[in-house]
């Protein structure tokens, strides 16, 4: 059974730094795209980053410059450092590859002073 685990959010104030986490079972990353994503109330999820099996490198110009995806295949998961966190990157933050399968819980980012 595929799961995505995501870990890392809480509360930062503004210009502040998190680190999410994924925890992958069920499928081996080695080959896949995997990605971030994001979801605030009302709104459509949308693709934050990604990341080829090659390492090759997505992001939404929204972020270019202060998130960083990574993934260490070895321990099957997938990273997403945040920097000079902005109100507006206030959501909860998905992880999973591309094309997506089932969704897990999500970890909220909340950017706020």
């Known amino acids: 059974q595929v799961q995505f685990v995501e870990s890392g959010g809480g509360l930062v104030q503004p210009g502040g730094s998190l680190r999410l986490s994924c925890a992958v079972s069920g499928f081996r990353i080695n080959f896949s795209t995997m990605a971030w994503y994001r979801q605030t109330p009302g709104k459509e999820r949308e693709l934050v980053a990604h990341?080829?099996?090659?390492?090759?490198?997505y992001y939404t110009d929204s972020v270019k410059g202060r998130f960083t995806i990574s993934r260490d295949n070895a321990k099957i998961t997938v990273y997403l450092q945040m920097n000079s966190l902005k109100p507006e990157d206030t959501a909860v933050y998905y992880c999973?590859?591309?094309?997506?399968?089932?969704w897990g819980q999500g970890s909220q980012v909340t950017v706020s002073s």
């Open positions: 990341i080829t099996s090659g390492g090759s490198t």
């Open positions: 999973n590859r591309i094309p997506p399968l089932t």
